[in-house]
């Protein structure tokens, strides 16, 4: 009979050479066995410990993926929940875009973060999405545009400058949105 402690490195017949902690596999093996089939034994001990290393990676991997994909969908569902029909002008607008109410004739600048999408203003430093797009009513035009070079001094500028600026084609239309 001959005794391999799994967690260890040792190939012995005699059990009292392994520690009282760990795992054996117990098999028989005549006494006349040959230092080859020692080996044998051995690489069977090193081929046991791979595939736990490998099953554990692998486990590790997949929780990784599914604690992943879980974030990523409530990431998603929450700005879903937050922006409603608007979510299409969340995901398509970058920082210093410039966006248009043309229901209220304002306009902001983009400031964009992970979770919140912010418009600066003259009149305010910062307001939400939302609130920037449902100031007149539900039924708004919104227009998102992206500077094609960088624009000097646009907190100072009106709504007709904005106008002006559209129609010199210094800014490209990126998105509209008209709620109906």
């Not at 391999?4 to 009282?20: K, V, Y």
Request: one cysteine or more; hydrophobic letters at 35%.
């Amino acid at each position: 009979m001959c005794i391999i402690h799994c967690l260890g490195s040792r190939l012995s017949e005699n059990p009292a050479d392994f520690p009282t902690s760990g795992f054996y596999l117990l098999i028989w093996v005549p006494k006349i066995a040959t230092n080859h089939t020692r080996n044998v034994l051995r690489n069977l001990k090193q081929t046991l410990s791979k595939a736990l290393k490998y099953g554990l990676l692998i486990s590790g991997i997949v929780i990784i993926a599914v604690v992943g994909l879980i974030g990523f969908g409530l990431h998603a569902m929450e700005i879903e929940d937050h922006y409603g029909d608007y979510q299409e002008i969340y995901y398509e607008s970058k920082d210093s875009d410039i966006i248009v109410n043309e229901e209220t004739s304002e306009f902001g600048i983009v400031g964009k973060n992970w979770k919140r999408l912010n418009i600066r203003t003259k009149e305010k430093d910062s307001t939400d999405l939302y609130t920037f797009v449902s100031k007149a009513s539900y039924y708004s035009n919104i227009k998102v545009y992206r500077p094609k070079t960088t624009i000097e001094r646009i907190e100072q500028m009106n709504f007709k400058d904005v106008q002006k600026l559209i129609s010199e084609k210094k800014v490209e239309l990126i998105f509209e949105h008209q709620n109906e």
